[in-house]
């Protein structure tokens, strides 16, 4: 009678898998992080181009700046509020007024993030 051999891996076989899936994870993790980062980035800084321009539109409309962020939403000048998303919030905008009070309250936005950009700018900067 003949016995078959046992099929399977041998445990140095399964380590050195183990080995070149964690070098190759190893190598991709951090590039799929900055990745991430850098259209987080790209996403803010499109929202504030985006929501300054309607500012400006607003202002030129009606001679004034908004009130706060809502009027613009409120006017059907943007379709919900603008998203920041490092601190994925739509309230932690830093808002800046126009000089003169009776010109209305948001001249301006800034992130309300703390830290730095992948290039050395601070958010709260933009």
Do not use: C
Not at 50 to 59: G, N
Not at 72 to 85: C, Q, S
């Amino acid at each position: 009678m003949r016995t078959r051999p046992i099929s399977g891996f041998t445990l140095i076989e399964l380590l050195a898998v183990m080995a070149i899936i964690s070098t190759l994870l190893s190598l991709a993790v951090p590039v799929y992080f900055k990745s991430v980062t850098k259209s987080k980035e790209s996403v803010l800084k499109q929202n504030l181009a985006l929501t300054r321009h309607v500012i400006d539109k607003y202002y030129g409309d009606h001679g004034k700046y908004p009130d706060n962020l809502d009027t613009l939403v409120g006017g059907k000048y943007l379709r919900a509020a603008p998203y920041d998303p490092i601190t994925d919030s739509t309230a932690t905008w830093i808002v800046v007024p126009p000089e003169g009070e009776a010109k209305g309250g948001v001249f301006d936005i800034k992130s309300g993030a703390a830290g730095f950009a992948t290039d050395g700018s601070p958010y709260n900067g933009w």
